[in-house]
């Protein structure tokens, strides 16, 4: 199995936390924690580095990510995208705000271009922002992670000009909206990931999540595809692999 989205700290334990995985993805929020990445990809070699800026950390220089993405050990840019929760859409500075994310997530997207690399995207509450900048580019690929888009925006994503992945996370065991969302994908576009150190699964929600526990995200696509897990596995590990090039 293969954990495509996760945030580990510098309190890494191996053993335990990505026991009995093939691979994890580790996404980068900012140029500290991309750095964090490609230490760790050196180091331990199940674990795979993004790197990128989130669209909360613009605070960072977007000029300084080009290094890091050169790196032998970046496999993906990301996490970039856009975020309009109502703290920021309701914020006096709103319009700046938004035109320095949509730049930042613009030159990352320019970036995986360049250098032919997937992208994970972070999209909350600006979700047609996002299928709008994404319907201008041809030539990327990548992964809406996390999706929150509904049933309603899925045909969208797969409408754009270029391969959109769809990320599942942990909520997918307690929200049975998602199952619905989860049931109109083809079963080739969707990945299984865990956000860790959040959105923990059932059985542990409310506990601090950890890369071991994409296990649970597995059995749940497993259980609402009516497939069997070992059929599931096989599937979401050749997606992630196909589009991580792992
Ligand atoms: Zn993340």
């Known amino acids: 199995m293969i954990d495509t989205h996760a945030h580990i700290e510098t309190t890494f334990c191996d053993d335990v936390e990505i026991a009995g995985l093939e691979a994890v993805i580790l996404s980068g929020a900012n140029l500290k924690t991309s750095k964090n990445n490609l230490f760790l990809a050196e180091k331990y070699p199940r674990l795979k580095a993004a790197v990128g800026i989130h669209p909360q950390e613009i605070d960072d220089d977007i000029n300084l990510l080009e290094e890091l993405v050169k790196n032998d050990n970046s496999i993906a840019i990301g996490e970039c995208g856009l975020e309009f929760v109502d703290e920021i859409r309701e914020a006096d500075n709103f319009e700046e705000l938004a035109a320095k994310q949509k730049d930042y997530f613009r030159k990352q997207i320019e970036l995986a271009r360049k250098y032919k690399k997937p992208l994970i995207i972070h999209a909350r509450k600006a979700m047609d922002e996002t299928i709008h900048i994404l319907s201008e580019y041809e030539g990327i ?70 890369p071991a526990y994409v296990k649970y995200v597995y059995k749940k696509i497993a259980d609402v595809w009516g497939e069997s897990l070992e059929k599931t596995e096989k599937i979401l590990d050749d997606n992630a692999k196909r589009l991580f090039g792992i």
């Open 141 to 210: 690929k990548g992964v809406i992670h996390c999706y929150s888009g509904g049933k309603k925006r899925v045909k969208k994503v797969l409408d754009l000009p270029s391969e959109w992945m769809f990320g599942f996370d942990g909520n997918l065991t307690y929200e049975p909206g998602l199952e619905e969302v989860l049931k109109e994908i083809p079963r080739d576009r969707i990945l299984a990931e865990t956000d860790s150190p959040l959105l923990t699964p059932e059985p542990y929600r409310g506990k601090r999540n950890m």
